[in-house]
């Protein structure tokens, strides 16, 4: 059926280190993806998006990478802050155009001071 | 902008009552709304797709008798969990979908979260 994954549950990294968080899709109809951080207690926040006509997009200090050939997706911090200490869920339109979005199963994200 | 709200933030109650949560756009216009449950340590499980004036799209496996949904306006959804067993505990997320960034479509923006918890 259709999923999102994610390739490590846990990353670990040491404050001002780059993090790459990584994400495969399976439906090669989605045209549509979204990275969001949770923190603890707290709704989902919008972090990043891109389209499937882009491979690379970038915000203020993050950049998705997009690979349909592969159909990967990547998140990446630049100098990672203790704030980024979160779970980070990639997610996908899928078919159908019903406004729905398939997640992943996240990954969390701990910043080493 | 894209401010979604949810009220209450939590909630306790007693096994057989209702509890009713609230899902509002503050600053735009929401024709669809999407509401979630969020079990520990877990991904977001969507429960049911809400459109303003029709009724709402339930997913497979979820008892629309007994999460009620109502979508009256443009800006806020309702969800009504129905006599309410200590099964239904759970961190409920709504969600709100925006056409307004740069014509992409599809994206959606969070509300905080309401933590029910039936005794």
């Known amino acids: 059926g259709e999923s999102v994954g994610l390739h490590l549950p846990t990353l670990s990294v040491q404050e001002g280190d780059n993090s790459i968080i990584n994400c495969a899709y399976s439906?090669?109809?989605?045209?549509?993806f979204i990275w969001y951080k949770q923190e603890s207690g707290k709704g989902p926040q919008f972090i990043i998006d891109?389209?499937?006509?882009?491979d690379k997009r970038q915000g203020q200090r993050v950049t998705v990478l997009l690979n349909k050939t592969v159909k990967h997706l990547s998140l990446q911090i630049a100098a990672t802050q203790p704030g980024d200490s979160a779970v980070y869920f990639c997610a996908e339109n899928g078919s159908g155009n019903t406004g729905k979005l398939i997640f992943g199963q996240g990954t969390t994200l701990q910043v080493k001071p | 902008g894209a401010v979604v709200s949810q009220h209450p933030s939590w909630v306790i109650c007693k096994s057989g009552t209702s509890v009713k949560i609230e899902c509002r756009s503050l600053?735009?216009?929401?024709?669809?709304m999407f509401w979630y449950r969020q079990f520990p340590k877990q991904s977001l499980m969507l429960m049911a797709t809400s459109n303003e004036g029709s009724k709402a799209t339930y997913e497979q496996g979820v008892e629309k008798d007994k999460f009620l949904i109502n979508h009256a306006s443009l800006t806020l959804s309702t969800l009504t969990v129905t006599s309410a067993h200590p099964e239904d505990s759970s961190f409920y997320i709504c969600s709100a979908e925006w056409f307004g960034r740069g014509g992409y479509t599809d994206t959606q923006y969070f509300g905080p979260g309401t933590r029910l918890t039936v005794l």
């Open positions: 600053d735009f216009q929401a024709t669809t």
């Open positions: 891109i389209r499937s006509n882009m």
């Open positions: 439906n090669s109809a989605s045209d549509y």
